[in-house]
Structures are given as C-alpha cells and as structure tokens.
C-alpha cells in the first residue's frame, strides 16, 4: 500500500522569516529548508515586525532570547497583529515560564536544540505543507465563488464537480429538490446553499428533521394547530410550511415520515395549500420544497413503506452526494479548513498535520463522512501537544487503530525460535533487522552528500519530508554530520 506523500515545496511561494541574533538556528534552517523556501533572517523581534509588514511570511522560526525585543513579546505582538501566521519558537536552555506564556498565547511548546533539530525542521516543513493545502482551499473557494456563485462545498474533487454542475442549473429554478447520500455527506449544506442562491434568498429558510420529531408531533410542526386541537394545545402554533411562505422549506430524513402524513404533504404539494390541526380554515403557502433523505427511496416505494405519487413529486431533480471515502485527497483538504477553524476557535496556532496522519485521513472510511471528520479534526486539536496532529491523537475506533498498525514501521523485529534456529545454521551469523539496515542507509546517504538532506533523500528514492521522519524515527540529529562540512 503506498504511502502519502506531500507535493514538493517552492522557494517562490514559501517563505521562512528566522530571528536569531546569532548565525545557529540560521544555519540549521538554511540546511534543513534550504532549495524548498526562501529564507529571510531578523536579528531582533522589532526588526522581525518591520519585514513582517512589508511582505507575506508564511511561518516564523524564533529564538526566545534575543536582545531589547524577546521572543515571547515578538510571538505576543504578531498574535496581535497577524495571528494567521504560525511561530515556532527555539531555546537552548531553561524555558519553562517561556514555554507557558507562549501556550497562553496558543503557540506549539518550545523546541530544545539541539536534541529538537530534527523534529524542528519536520514540523516546518508540516507547517508549510499545511499552507499549501490551505491556499489551495483558498483557490477552490475563489472558483467556486467565479463559476458557481457559492464556496460552501469545498471540493477538489471529479465527483463533486459534478454536483457542482447540477446544483447551478437547479438554483434559478423553483421545482423540488431531493438531495440524497449517507449521513454526514452534508445534504442541509447543500440545501442551504441552493436557498442562499436563489431569488428566494432574503426569504426564511426553514427546516424539519422528520427523524428527529415523534411521529404525533410531525404533522402539527408541518401545518399548526389551533388552540384546543390536543390536550396541551393551549394556543394557536404556526407551523413549518407557513413559516417558509415565500421561502425554503427542507424536510431532512423525509424516508421517515409515515404514510398518513405523506398523504399530507402530497396535498399541499399538488394544491399549495393546507389546513392547521384542529382547524376548518385552507390557507394558501408559496414553499420552495427541499428534501433529502439516507434512504434507497426507491426500494422503499417497490416495498410499499413510500407511496409512488409523493416519490416522484419530489423527485424532480435528484442530487446524489458521494460519500468521503470515494472523494480522494478531499478528506485532506477538508482536513486543513476544519483545522483552521478549530483553531480559532479554541485559541491554539496548530497549522500542522504529520504525515502519518495524512495516510491515515485518506485510508479511514469514514461512516459518519464530512460531519466525522469535522469532529475528528477538532478533538485532535484538543488532544495534541500542539505541535501537529498525530494519528495518536484522533479516533479510537478500532478500524482507525487497525490502518494506523497496518501504516506503522516497526522499530524492530522480533526474532522467534525458527529464525534463530535458521542463523544459526548460517555459522551462527545472526541476521540484521529491516531497522538496522535502514537507519544504517540513512545515516550513510547523509553522510556521503556532506548533510546534504535534499540529495540524500534523492539517492534513498524518498520525499525529502520522508527523510526527516526517518532521521527523527531513528534517533538521527544534523549535529551527527556537521563535521562533514
């Protein structure tokens, strides 16, 4: 099974501001990103500030010591004044208070060098990766807004698309709606967006989830009742399809309702009008009418649980929504505007997502879909250490815990008593791990190009971000190599 790998970074397009009044962490930045970004370098954090408003900076590397301007009120004046833009802060020493102001403040915790080298530049490179997956939601968006006239569909995907498509040629219309797909795949959204589309845009927008009401309640929320119609009906009620005159009514789960009840609606449907419960007088509605259900409606019409009539009454144009797990890369870039938001909202500066987790985002097969991830994706925010979300970090469902064992590279391998018989029957020559031999590759690529992480990746056959997970996975730090320079 192949893994995820991230698209190749562009210096033109990403930019790394280091504040450091020395040349270390510059150094290590230049050797880590240097090829993918463009390096600018601040000496002070009110030098950091003057480049941070002349030009876009996507990520700032900082030490916390630094002369006049520390890094703590650097990190406490951008959150002021760009808090998009996400700040890692470095110390070689005691940072502990430091460490505490900077979560306050919603930042990662501070990395320690040199022990922290190599986990620093991964998450950078994460950071950036993230950035790009956010422009690109940016650019998906932009189109959407140009082709469309609407961006609440996020999607890059050949499926989605094409509701896209069939979702512009239904908004100028009035004819019903039914919006079909499993749970989570984001029908009320899609309902929405066609009423916030439409002429009928200003006019009230009104839903009903047919699931979630008792079954003798559903025909007074539809059409009222007047005072005394049912014990407990101490006053007139307004119901549904009057509120929505002139408007959108969306009836969800409409595979729900019971067959008295879509005779019901039928009637208002055909003749626009109906009657409250309790009540003699026909009133007259004008409704735009949206549905939407789970349900195979048509094998509930064969086993007679809908009745036909009302089928095709809403039938007129049917949207089918596909399911997460058939949308590709969508789950990822789904991923990165939920993280986005979440961040907001609960004050925390992750912007990064490990590449584990990207696998493992693409591979889960996500039963509760959109919705699923959206909670995932908070939760996991919730439960990092506030550096980028870890696939330890999301669902404990065991299928996810199953992808995340089948994805995971073994640190060793166990030797049982049939190999050991086998070694020995070699002249007692034991045979090395997978492990050893892949750190020893790593650790002899880098070696040979001089710390040269872009060229030894190449050499190895693997992304540059998968050989920073390898050096971090095998205990491997830039400071093993510096005497190569």
């Known amino acids: ?52 408003a002349l030009q876009r900076v996507d990520l700032v590397i900082t030490q916390l010591k630094l002369p006049l301007f520390s890094g703590i009120a650097l990190a406490t004046k951008l959150k002021k004044v760009r808090p998009e833009i996400p700040l ?52 998906v968006r932009e189109e959407l807004i140009r082709n469309f006239g609407f961006d609440r569909i996020l999607s890059n995907h050949t499926l989605m698309r094409e509701v896209h498509e069939r979702l512009k040629r239904v908004v100028g219309s009035k004819v019903p709606v039914l919006i079909t797909g499993e749970s989570g795949t984001g029908k009320e959204l899609v309902a929405r967006m ?32 007047e005072k005394g119609a049912f014990t407990g009906a101490i006053q007139r009620s307004i119901g549904k399809f009057e509120l929505a005159h002139t408007g959108t009514l969306f009836l969800d789960e409409i595979g729900e309702m019971t067959p008295s009840l879509q005779a019901k609606l039928l009637r208002v449907i055909e003749y626009g009008e109906f009657e409250r419960v309790g009540g003699s007088q026909s009133i007259q509605v004008d409704v735009r009418l949206i549905t939407a259900t789970h349900r195979n409606l048509e094998t509930m019409v064969a086993a007679g649980s809908f009745r ?45 997502i490990h590449s584990d987790t990207l696998d493992l985002l693409l591979r889960y097969q996500w ?65 090395r791990t997978l492990a050893d031999i892949e750190r020893d590759a790593v650790k002899q690529a880098i070696e040979a190009t001089n710390g040269n992480i872009a060229l030894a ?8 971000g998968t050989l920073y997970k390898k050096m971090e996975e095998h205990g491997l730090s830039f400071k093993d190599h510096r005497n190569a320079h």
């Open 367 to 431: 039963p509760g879909n959109i919705r699923e991830l959206e909670n995932a994706v908070e939760r996991a925010l919730l439960l990092s250490d506030g550096i980028e979300l870890k696939p330890s970090d999301f669902p404990s469902q065991s299928d996810w815990q199953d992808l995340h064992r089948e994805l995971a590279i073994p640190s060793t391998l166990e030797v049982d008593d049939e190999d050991q018989e086998l070694s020995d029957g070699m002249g007692g020559e034991s045979i």
């Open 194 to 225: 066609i009423h916030s589309t439409s002429v009928r845009s200003k006019k009230p927008f009104i839903t009903v989830n047919c699931a979630a009401v008792p079954e003798g309640l559903l025909e007074s929320q539809f059409f009222g009742h």
């Open 88 to 139: 890692l802060a470095v110390s070689t020493g005691d940072s502990e208070s430091d460490a505490a102001e900077l979560y306050n403040l919603g930042y990662p915790r501070v990395f320690q060098l040199p022990e922290d080298e190599v986990e620093l530049i991964h998450v950078s490179l994460s950071i950036l990766q993230g950035n790009q997956w956010l422009s690109r939601a940016k650019s």
């Open 308 to 352: 036909t009539d009302l089928y095709y009454r809403i039938n007129v144009f049917p949207i089918k929504l596909p399911p997460l797990r058939e949308r590709g890369e969508d789950a990822i870039l789904l991923a990165y505007n939920f993280l986005m938001d979440a961040a907001i909202r609960n004050n925390r500066q992750v912007r990064a």
């Open 1 to 52: 099974m192949s893994r995820f790998e991230p698209a190749i970074l562009r210096p033109e397009v990403n930019k790394v501001l280091v504040v450091d009044s020395g040349k270390r962490l510059s150094n290590l930045v230049e050797k880590g990103l240097g090829g993918l970004v463009t390096i600018d370098r601040a000496s002070s954090g009110d030098t950091a500030l003057h480049i941070i």
């Open 457 to 464: 990746a190449r050499r190895l056959g693997i992304a540059r």
